[in-house]
DNA sequence: AAGAACGTACAGATAAAACTGTACAAAGCA
DNA sequence: TGCTTTGTACAGTTTTATCTGTACGTTCTT
């Protein structure tokens, strides 16, 4: 719907400027991994005055219901957008999480948490693997001295990657608020 | 080149845990927006003993010598890998950028601060139109009531992107390791 | 200066993803 | 309970990205 409301000439200039603001940020939604028109989705429903249906942004989209509801589902993951509930209605409505603060800690909870846990875990495996392997095979130097090198590579990352989950937890907790404050300090 | 200083049946084990940690860096490679062959390249470089050339990389991925050149001009420009220079040989070397903590701020650095940039331009050449228009329209309460809401959206935008703007500051001046410190506090 | 080796641009082929329409399950309404 | 509406699964199509081979410019060697 959109700017339905004010179906007259001015609205062209408006109309114009959202679609800008919105081509911008759908073109750099590719940071969280968000392809183009689920970024121009997302835009969209950033500047919708009010919580929207699937089939109004199919309409405003010229879209298929069915692309609405995965690239709607994609956002919902990430916690760009939430659910909301209106009495009376039983169709599902969504509106932007307008807290971008929020919606920064949340993608790399959701996202780079996920892939750090399961670095961790095949690094930590794969460190336990080799330990056996240096003991059978102290007998070759030049395997030794491979295995030893390789281990010492994994160690660095699993404390690299243990870094940035205690990174991920200060953003989290809010923590990383006070080292950069929402407010810039005059 | 991988493992062919030592073409034992030993090899197989060391090999094999190689690959496992190569895949799963290579999946969550995503994260910064490469491809997965891109990541296996990343991967495979890791563990190399020296730096490489396009054509060992070739050989090793089993895959084309532009696919290769292509793969590294991505990570170059990522910073993931390094260019190197030896004397005598006239071919590129590289090797991976074993400092993931400097991987890391280069990542933002490079792409997010690109991103961050763009994104507070256009948002502030729309407030400028903006405030023409709010003038313009001044005589239409809808439209003008609209108007600001949208405007109020945009400032609260921009400070979102400057809050993103400093916090990459801290990751460039090195800055967040005081708050999070690369040695975990026992 | 001529030749050889190296890296990349380009165009065509292959693989992956995004999108659509239909069909259907779930949930509310009569 | 039957009827309608809503959202999603699935298969097929279209679009986009990735990969390959050839051709060519550049650089180093002789």
Redesign the pocket.
Known sequence: MGLDQFSEEHDEALHKMRKRVIETIGRNMDLYGI????GHLYGMLFFADQPM???QMGSEM??????M?????TLLDLKMVNKVWEK?S???LYEVEYDWYQTFTDFFDVKWRKSVEANIMILRKSIDEMDRMLEEYAGNPELFAALQKDKMKLHEAVSYYQWLDRLIDTFESGEIFKLVPKEPPM
Chains 1, 2 share one sequence.
């Open positions: 392809s183009q028109s689920t249906t699937l089939d010229k879209m298929s219901k069915t692309s509801s995965t690239g709607i589902r009376g039983r169709k599902d």
